[in-house]
């Protein structure tokens, strides 16, 4: 029997905008829901880019990835984060199941 697994709005705790179902592998999150800071009225996420030190302009709210193993699913979740407004194009080119709020 498959598990149901809800996948959560960033803005509204509890609350589903989706159900998976998943037979066997991982499902992993990456997003600024739970961590992150407004300053100016600017929301500055916890994942940052390596390269700048700061989050990628234009990155998703969330990203939940379906992989065969759990490290596989967070990793990608996490690299689309900093894609920025590449990450579908870049989880397209995974070849993942993929849920992108903005």
């Not at 992993?28 to 940052?48: E, K, M, P």
């Not at 990203?63 to 990793?75: E, F, Q, S």
Request: include cysteine; charged fraction near 15%.
């Amino acid at each position: 029997r498959p598990w149901l697994i809800g996948i959560g709005h960033p803005d509204a705790s509890g609350q589903a905008v989706e159900t998976w179902q998943l037979q066997r592998g991982a499902l992993a999150t990456s997003g600024d829901a739970h961590r992150c800071i407004i300053h100016q009225g600017i929301r500055y996420g916890h994942v940052l880019d390596p390269t700048t030190g700061w989050p990628a302009p234009g990155a998703p709210r969330s990203v939940t990835v379906a992989a065969p193993r759990c490290l596989d699913a967070g990793i990608l979740s996490t690299l689309a984060l900093l894609q920025g407004q590449q990450a579908q194009a870049f989880l397209e080119a995974q070849q993942v199941p993929y849920k992108i709020l903005v």
